[in-house]
């Protein structure tokens, strides 16, 4: 004899399935955004401070 279906716990197993599936592809690409902005963060800083050993030339006036 087959068993009784049960949809209503199937249905809510393949929503809580995919909800955990959603929330990792979020965090994925949170952390992504994270690493990108540090990267850019990091290049862009990069260039504007000349280093601390370094003196600027005198101006001519």
């Known amino acids: 004899m087959a068993?009784?279906?049960n949809y209503?716990?199937?249905r809510r197993e393949r929503e809580r399935?995919?909800?955990?599936?959603?929330?990792e592809k979020a965090e994925a690409k949170?952390?992504?955004r994270e690493?990108?902005?540090a990267e850019n963060?990091?290049?862009e800083n990069a260039g504007e401070?000349?280093?601390a050993d370094v003196e600027p030339a005198p101006d001519k006036v």
């Open 35 to 37: 690493k990108a902005r």
């Open 8 to 10: 209503d716990f199937e």
């Open 17 to 23: 399935l995919k909800s955990i599936k959603v929330a």
């Open 3 to 5: 068993r009784k279906p």
């Open 30 to 32: 949170r952390q992504a």
């Open 41 to 43: 963060t990091g290049a």
């Open 49 to 51: 401070a000349p280093p």
